[in-house]
């Protein structure tokens, strides 16, 4: 009886290790350094969104230009910086008791440091030579804002919160062209004013869509396994 049960119990240990194989799967992985030039435009909103809304595109309306760095250090993963200058139009905002009641164009030069991720590897298999690339990116910076002539609001640095897409075409391997589109969340405490504006919201909205092109530097590549199961 006891050999009987171990004779069952090794073939059982068998016959799962037949049904479930685990095995190492591996990725040929080149980290990837990208150099961007972009130009766009931009949408103010503000804590007027609902009114600024209703403007005609040439009062609402601004534009962009912007350089970018970026470096893919995993498969799914990569990190970028981002510089850009915005320019758009500020006009019927909360400045502490008073209220803009001319459009000026304010100006605001911006740093941001994002996370990366290849959604095609998220939620694809990584390809090293893909001809479409979708990645989404988030992070943090900081933001110098000023009004030129505006003659009682002072500049001002601010914290800055940003989301996005890009997504890439690649016309060769070293050179591809690119559209994004972004939500910046900035700060507008101007004047040293509580971080609250009238309407308690602390921050202004910048929407942006941009198109550009980018320079792709590769790396030596290397073999990354990633174990997996396979179910036979």
């Known amino acids: 009886m006891r050999k009987t049960i171990i004779t069952l119990f090794i073939s059982f240990l068998f016959l799962s290790s037949e049904a479930q194989l685990i095995y190492r799967h591996a990725i040929s992985f080149h980290p990837d350094m990208m150099f961007s030039g972009l130009a766009g435009t931009n949408a103010y909103l503000g804590e007027l969104a609902g009114t600024n ?3 005609s595109p040439q009062e609402m309306l601004g534009y962009t230009v912007g350089a970018e760095l970026a470096y893919h250090f ?4 990569g990190a970028m ?12 905002e909360p400045i502490g008791n008073s209220r803009l009641t001319t459009s000026l164009t304010m100006t605001s030069l911006n740093i941001d440091v994002d996370v990366l991720a290849n959604l095609n590897t998220l939620f ?3 390809n090293k030579r893909p001809t479409w690339l979708t990645e989404a990116f988030a992070g943090v910076g900081v933001a110098y804002r000023y009004l030129p002539n505006s003659g009682t609001i002072l ?9 996005g897409l890009i997504e890439r075409y690649y016309v060769t391997k070293r050179f591809s062209l690119m559209m994004k589109g972004s939500l910046h969340f900035i700060g507008d405490s101007f004047n040293n004013n509580p971080t609250k504006g009238s309407d308690g919201v602390p921050f202004d909205i910048i929407p942006n869509l941009s198109v550009g092109f980018t320079y792709h530097i590769a790396f030596p590549e290397y073999v990354i396994y990633r174990v997996k199961k396979r179910y036979d």
């Not at 995993?74 to 993963?77: C, I, Q």
């Not at 500049?155 to 989301?163: A, L």
């Open 155 to 163: 500049p001002g640095t601010f914290g800055t919160v940003n989301i």
């Open 53 to 55: 809304l209703k403007k």
């Open 81 to 92: 910086l981002q510089l850009s200058n915005n320019n758009y139009n500020y006009v019927g």
């Open 74 to 77: 995993s498969p799914a993963w």
């Open 124 to 126: 694809n298999e990584y």
